[in-house]
């Protein structure tokens, strides 16, 4: 009695974290390090639906095992199937969730909201490639070239690999004042959408283009 006990606990407590880890992966919570508080609630909530799949896997494996081979087989198939429920749900419960938040917003006439960073929002959109110009606050270049890979941490450190234009003919990185005067151009702005990100903790500027 004393081991399924246990192993529930250590099952269905252990997995709320995984869920939220999952969740965090693909971008579907926007819970930081210091938000302790979220989390324990998140991962809570999740510990619900794990101690339901628990009880299920277990009735269905009781049928065939028994004793210690029954919690071992019932806690690795609660592991594995509580994973991978995660992975489809989450996205699915984030559209849910804030298409009711937008959705009450917009009856107030409020803008919409979403999880995650800006910086997330712009370098997620994998339509077209991205091409981006960083500069520094005081208009240094600092790297140009298509975005090949972004990330952000929970302290908002963002980074972001570039892939060159073009090996066989290398150009030198247009001046700040010279990007802003090509991406306002008419002609421009109907072929590309520009976006500019501007982050005052690392002070860098960044160029966002995309083909429409």
């Known amino acids: 009695m004393i081991n399924k006990i246990i192993a529930t ?52 494996v009781g049928k065939y095992l028994k004793g210690d081979w029954l919690l071992v087989a019932t806690m690795i198939l609660t592991i594995v199937v509580s994973f991978l429920v995660a992975i489809i749900i989450s996205p699915l419960l984030k559209k849910l969730v804030y ?6 917003l917009h009856v107030s006439n409020k803008p919409g909201i979403d999880s995650g960073t800006v910086w997330h929002h712009i370098m997620s959109d994998n339509n077209e490639p991205i091409m981006a ?7 240094q270049p600092l790297g ?4 090949d890979k972004s990330s952000n ?14 090996y066989q003919n290398p150009e030198l990185q247009d001046t700040y004042n010279e990007m802003m005067k090509k991406v306002q151009d008419n002609e421009f702005c109907q ?17 966002i283009i995309q083909e429409k």
Not at 99 to 104: I, R
Request: net charge negative.
């Open 133 to 139: 110009y960083f500069y520094s606050f005081d208009h």
């Open 99 to 104: 298409f009711l938040y937008n959705s009450v």
């Open 9 to 60: 606990l250590l099952t269905v407590g252990g997995m709320g974290y995984i869920n939220l880890i999952v969740a965090t992966q693909l971008g579907t919570v926007d819970i930081h390090k210091e938000d302790k508080t979220t989390a324990i609630a998140y991962s809570a909530m999740w510990s619900i639906v794990d101690f339901a799949i628990y009880l299920i896997i277990l009735n269905c």
């Open 153 to 166: 941490d929970d302290s908002s450190n963002y980074s972001a690999s570039l892939q060159p234009f073009n």
């Open 191 to 207: 072929k590309y959408s520009t976006r500019q990100f501007v982050d005052f903790k690392q002070q860098f500027i960044a160029l």
């Open 144 to 147: 140009f070239g298509y975005v």
